[in-house]
């Protein structure tokens, strides 16, 4: 039990890391307001998604520690990213044929 409490405690972050990432979620945040404010056409939302998938990976790696975690967890996580691209994709292919 307590190798596993030193493990946790090798990996932590600092604060000021903590701070770093927040505001760079912050003003990604600013940013994917400001890009759905403009009309780029087609890549509005592809900019968005990308943007919101930057902000994912850093919660994931940042804040909830994923690259400490035990192997079978990083699989469900991978399983679950895979099913939402699979339901963006099929989302999407049904999007890009509506006539308006």
Do not use: P
């Not at 903590?18 to 087609?42: H, K, P, S």
């Not at 804040?63 to 895979?82: I, P």
């Amino acid at each position: 039990m307590i190798e596993n409490q030193n493990t946790h405690e090798a990996h932590a972050h600092s604060y000021g890391i903590y701070i770093l990432v927040w505001l760079g979620l912050l003003a990604l945040t600013v940013v994917t307001v400001t890009v759905a404010g403009l009309n780029f056409g087609a890549l509005t939302v592809g900019t968005a998604l990308l943007i919101a998938s930057v902000k994912s990976f850093l919660v994931l790696k940042i804040f909830m520690h994923l690259n400490v975690e035990q192997k079978v967890f990083k699989v469900f996580v991978g399983v679950a990213l895979l099913f939402i691209v699979i339901s963006f994709a099929l989302l999407f292919a049904d999007y890009s044929f509506l006539r308006v």
